[in-house]
Every structure is written in C-alpha cells, then in structure tokens.
C-alpha cells in the first residue's frame, strides 16, 4: 500500500476507518473512536468532493452511510440513470487516481445511486434540512432508522 508507505497520518487514519464497525460504539472507547472515525472519513471524502467539483460527474448528494457493518461513501448522480453506475463509478476512479493526496482504498467504500434512490429520498422527505458535518448513529430520520450516516 503506497500510500502507508509514504504517509503515517495517513495509514492511522485508514487503519481508523477500516477497523470501526458500529459494535465498537458499546466499547469504552465508543465515542472516542467514533469522533475519530469522523474525522477520519470526512477528509478523505471532502477532498474527493472537491475534485469531482471541478468535473462535470453533476454529482447531487454526497454522504457517508453505514449500512451491513460498512461505511459506504455514497454519491447522488443523474448520470447512473443516463449513462449507468459502472460507467460513473469508472469516472470516480480516474478522479481518486489522478490525486496522490487521496487514499486509493476510498474507491473500495463508494457506492454510486440515481438521485431517485430510496436512501436520497429518504433525505429529501426529513422535515430539516440534515446540517453538514452532522453524525448519526442509530436515529430516526423520517420515521427510518438510520444505522449510521456522516453528512
């Protein structure tokens, strides 16, 4: 993994991603850990976001999403209905790749939907707006419970 090699922050911030499951947050350390892991992730995804800014991948909604023991790093485009997810999630590779700054293993956590997806418009229905840089873990948004997200 090159980019252990060449960064310790960065490879305690991987290790801290990797290794966070929503079973640790009943440890001690569960807090800690979580805040960690928000920091964590939300560099690695805001760097992606800035440079899919600059692309014309029209993406509408980005968040994290913990769902099936995982985070997921889902990404909101109409192009997976035009062009399809495979084609977009190509698109998003090329952009972490063209960026030594951003973790290669980033690509392993993305999950590309149409912004008619159940989990967007679960989002768009909450009464509130959700603010950024808001954690959740194990709350109701819109009568769902939401397993974890990071916004």
Do not use: H
């Not at 909101?76 to 495979?86: H, K, N, Q, T, Y």
């Not at 993305?110 to 997806?117: I, K, R």
């Not at 009464?127 to 873990?137: C, E, G, S, T």
């Amino acid at each position: 993994m090159r980019e252990c090699a060449t960064s310790k922050a960065f490879e305690l911030n991987w290790q801290t991603v990797e290794n966070w499951s929503e079973k640790c947050r009943y440890s001690p350390r569960g807090k800690s850990a979580a805040i960690d892991l928000i920091e964590a992730i939300g560099r690695a995804g805001e760097r992606l976001m800035r440079l899919l800014d600059s692309t014309d991948l029209r993406i509408e909604a980005c968040f994290w999403w913990f769902e099936d023991d995982r985070w997921k790093l889902v990404l909101a485009s109409p192009l997976v209905d035009e062009v399809g997810p495979r084609m977009l999630l190509s698109k998003v590779r090329d952009c972490i790749e063209s960026d030594p700054e951003i973790p290669r293993q980033l690509f392993r956590s993305l999950y590309v939907v149409s912004p008619g997806d159940s989990i967007i418009t679960l989002l768009d229905l909450a009464a509130d707006p959700i603010p950024f840089q808001r954690f959740v873990l194990q709350e109701s948004i819109n009568r769902a419970l939401v397993q974890g997200a990071y916004f």
